[in-house]
Nanobody
C-alpha cells in the first residue's frame, strides 16, 4: 500500500552527473519531511539532504553542499536528487525517506534516520574511472 521507490542509480565517472528519482505511492510526499541518506559498505548511514514541509526548504550536508540539488514534482508525487561534480567518495547506496512529522524537537528537519518512517529500497551509485 505504502511505497517509496528510488531509481536512477548507476555508474558514472568522477565529475559526472546523475539524477536520482524517488516516487511515492500511498501517501503524499508534499505532506512529509523528505530526506536522502546514503550508506557505503562498512560505513554508517549518513545524511545527504533534508527537505522541510515548510516552504520546501532543503538543508544539505557539507559533503554535498553546492553539488547536489533536491527538487520536487508534487503533481507526480516525486522528489529528485540532482548530483553534479560527483566524486568517488559519493559512492554509496542512496535512500529516500519520509516522515509525517513536521517538526523535530523544535527543528523543521531531522538528521536522524530513526525519525523517518518510510524508506525506499535504495539505489546504487558508483563513481569510478
Amino acid at each position: 500500500q505504502v511505497h517509496l521507490v528510488e531509481s536512477g542509480g548507476g555508474l558514472v565517472q568522477p565529475g559526472g552527473s546523475l539524477r536520482l528519482s524517488c516516487t511515492a505511492s500511498g501517501f503524499t510526499l508534499a505532506d512529509h519531511t523528505i530526506a536522502w541518506f546514503r550508506q557505503a559498505p562498512g560505513k554508517e548511514r549518513e545524511g545527504v539532504s533534508y527537505t522541510s514541509t515548510y516552504n520546501d526548504i532543503t538543508y544539505y550536508e557539507d559533503a554535498v553542499k553546492g553539488r547536489f540539488t533536491v527538487s520536487k514534482d508534487n503533481a507526480k508525487n516525486m522528489v529528485y536528487l540532482q548530483m553534479d561534480s560527483l566524486k568517488p567518495d559519493d559512492t554509496a547506496v542512496y535512500y529516500c525517506a519520509a516522515s509525517l512529522q513536521r517538526s523535530f524537537q523544535g527543528l523543521v528537519v531531522s538528521t536522524s534516520p530513526e525519525e523517518y518512517e518510510y524508506w525506499g529500497q535504495g539505489t546504487q551509485v558508483t563513481v569510478s574511472s
